[in-house]
């Protein structure tokens, strides 16, 4: 199972981070958050880290020619999109970076909104199924219903995300099957300053389930 660990800040968290296991580290390059990181910050982390792990860049209705230039500066594998963005984007966003994963987030309010994430089976990668939240758009420790998410089966990748931690992580993957998970405020003391025991945590008790 893919392991993204999101709102990587600091250079000696996201090493310590890819020594533990994870197999993503998530950069946020949405400027209200307070996780939000230069290129020159995403530069000094991803360069202390010599595994081959996945860099991912969160943007949310970032113009489709700046993520691009982002890409070019940076070695970011994947661009997930928080925001609105609509099919067309995404198209339009694979033409420009026909080499990298690019990953739809989905802030799922109810089944409806599941549903509704047909409409980007053919263009993009991967899924990722976040929690909504009337005023922010992510890192916001809300969990989705996990139970109603159980029929979910789309036909491409997708990660779960939305108020993960270690101490909810068995209950979250009971009965649902996802490519990945992704964590944030759910390992963290303060907004993108990791707490690496309870990454370690996580990752202990994901290599449980997976033992099973
Ligand atoms: O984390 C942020 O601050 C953020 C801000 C704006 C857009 C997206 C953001 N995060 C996206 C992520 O991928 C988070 O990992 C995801 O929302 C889960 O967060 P959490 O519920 O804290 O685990």
Request: glycine share 8%; aromatic share 6%.
């Amino acid at each position: 199972m893919r392991i993204k660990i999101c709102g990587i800040t600091q250079p000696d968290q996201g090493r310590a981070i890819a020594n533990l296991g994870a197999t993503a580290l998530g950069f946020i390059l949405v400027p209200s958050s307070p996780r939000y990181v230069k290129i020159e910050q995403i530069n000094a982390i991803t360069a202390a880290i010599p595994d081959k792990i996945d860099f991912i860049g969160v943007f949310a209705d970032e113009q489709p020619e700046i993520i691009q230039q982002i890409i070019i500066k940076t070695p970011l594998t994947s661009v997930q999109l928080h925001g609105i963005e609509s099919p067309e984007y995404c198209q339009r966003l694979r033409q420009l970076l026909p080499d990298r994963e690019i990953i739809k987030a989905l802030r799922i309010k109810d089944r409806e909104s599941w549903e509704k994430s047909a409409i980007y089976f053919n263009s993009v990668d991967t899924l990722l199924l976040d929690a909504y939240h009337p005023q922010l758009l992510g890192g916001t420790g809300q969990t989705l219903d996990w139970q109603a998410l159980a029929s979910f089966s789309p036909p491409l990748p997708w990660f779960l995300a939305g108020g993960l931690n270690p101490d909810n992580i068995s209950e979250a993957l009971n009965g649902l099957h996802p490519d990945g998970i992704d964590v944030s405020s759910g390992v963290e003391r303060s907004p993108g300053d990791k707490d690496l025991k309870k990454v370690a945590l996580l990752l202990e008790r994901l290599q449980k389930l997976s033992d099973q």
